[in-house]
């Protein structure tokens, strides 16, 4: 079986649902509410699903992987945009230089691990 796929949306978790809204605005990603619990959030392409609904477990292990093209580059303007102290939960790592490329780790308000990276060519 061939899948022809468009897209993947990951749903993910919100301990403080409205507060996680706001940091994924923060960052740059665009919202569009599907109902009251629920909302689509994308940046070009991609996108994942945001729901009112917390698990400690489920988003405890729930990591994402964003592929960017400049690591150092997002990582710098993450750290000028003032995300980082605006929300109490939020972690930042610095690079981290790996042999397939590098990332650095980013935690949202509930604790969703977020792994931006760039691949080696």
């Given at each position: 079986?061939?899948?022809k796929?468009?897209?993947?949306?990951?749903?993910?978790?919100a301990?403080?649902?409205?507060?996680?809204?706001?940091?994924?605005?923060?960052?740059?990603?665009?919202e569009v509410?599907?109902?009251?619990n629920?909302s689509?959030?994308s940046?070009?392409?991609?996108a994942?699903?945001?729901?009112?609904?917390?698990?400690?477990?489920?988003?405890?292990?729930?990591?994402?992987?964003?592929?960017?093209?400049?690591?150092?580059?997002?990582?710098?303007?993450?750290?000028?945009?003032?995300v980082?102290e605006k929300?109490?939960?939020v972690?930042?790592?610095?690079?981290?230089?790996?042999?397939?490329?590098?990332e650095?780790?980013?935690?949202?308000p509930?604790?969703?691990?977020?792994h931006?990276?760039?691949?080696n060519?």
């Amino acid at each position: 079986m061939k899948i022809k796929a468009k897209s993947i949306r990951p749903f993910i978790g919100a301990k403080v649902y409205n507060t996680s809204r706001q940091f994924y605005k923060d960052l740059g990603f665009d919202e569009v509410i599907i109902s009251h619990n629920m909302s689509i959030f994308s940046i070009e392409n991609f996108a994942f699903y945001l729901q009112d609904y917390y698990a400690k477990d489920w988003i405890d292990n729930t990591m994402v992987f964003l592929e960017v093209e400049n690591v150092q580059m997002h990582l710098n303007n993450l750290k000028q945009s003032g995300v980082l102290e605006k929300y109490e939960r939020v972690k930042c790592s610095k690079v981290v230089f790996n042999d397939w490329g590098n990332e650095f780790f980013l935690h949202d308000p509930s604790g969703i691990l977020w792994h931006f990276g760039e691949f080696n060519n």
